[in-house]
């Protein structure tokens, strides 16, 4: 009998507006607290690979090294592909794949990363003891997820303030745990590490080319992504009142002093 873990179901979905929200990450923006400990050799495993632009920028620094990318979604693993052949990076391999079953040797990989992965998981501690299988002695397992009640915004609206509420909702449906970032060291000493250094760094959206972004793509993505699908089909929400966020998160973009903040946490884990 095959008893392997299936993938979660992913909150927000693979709609264009989600992978287009996710191509503004980058290694710098999202990944710097690893950026310094890796080497031009390292054997990379980048978990959740989303639209590749993390994944593609972590290669680019392993001149010597390679990367493999996993996502559970073919549209993911795709977009990465395209991005790679784009900016002609060779030294990358994607795959279609279960972080809770991963297909690799123990010992495979240097380093194994995850970003904004965690939090979407029914079992993050066993997804990091399956990172730390594949990774040599001596080698980091690193993961950085959001906080979302600990995200702040201004100015306030109470359709920003619903939206929030109905993600944790959502979220929580789907198995996830949208608080992660304070949940990063607990979640690590269950997994059996213990020499980890653990660390947080924050988004901010006050540019208005950034507010204008974020606002335009959650304002897509509450009405058209698996994130409003997932509401109603729970019953959690309606499309009245998906449009009603909509729209607020419209207004929040025209305000001409509007500024949000993304709390994350970060965990570098050395396997011993």
Known sequence: ?????????????????????????????????????????????????????????????LSDGWVTG???????????????????????????????????ADDSFDVAHAHQVLQHLSDPVAALTEMRRVVRAGGLVAARDADYAAMTWYPSDPRLDRWLELYHQVAHAAGG???????????????????????????????????????????????????????????LSDATELAELSAGWRWWGDQPDAWFAVLHGELLAEVP
Request: hydrophobic share 40%; net charge negative; aromatic share 10%.
């Open 1 to 61: 009998m095959n008893d392997v873990r299936e993938p979660d179901r992913y909150a927000h979905g693979h709609h264009a507006s989600v992978l287009r929200s996710h191509q503004w990450r980058t290694a710098e923006n999202s990944a710097g607290y690893l950026l310094p400990r890796l080497r031009p050799q390292d054997r990379l495993l980048d978990v959740g690979t989303g639209p590749g632009t993390i994944t593609v920028d972590l290669a680019e620094r």
């Open 70 to 104: 996993i996502d559970s979604a073919e549209k993911a693993v795709t977009a990465t592909l395209a991005l790679a052949e784009e900016r002609q990076i060779d030294r990358i391999t994607l795959e279609i794949g279960n972080v809770y079953s991963l297909t690799y």
């Open 177 to 235: 745990e949208p608080d992660a970032a304070r949940r990063l060291r607990h979640w690590a000493q269950r997994a059996g590490f213990s020499d980890v250094t653990y660390t947080a760094s924050t988004w901010c959206f006050a540019d208005p080319g950034d507010v204008a972004w974020w606002s335009q793509t959650w304002a897509e993505r509450v009405v058209r992504s698996d994130f409003a699908a997932q509401a109603l089909q729970a019953g």
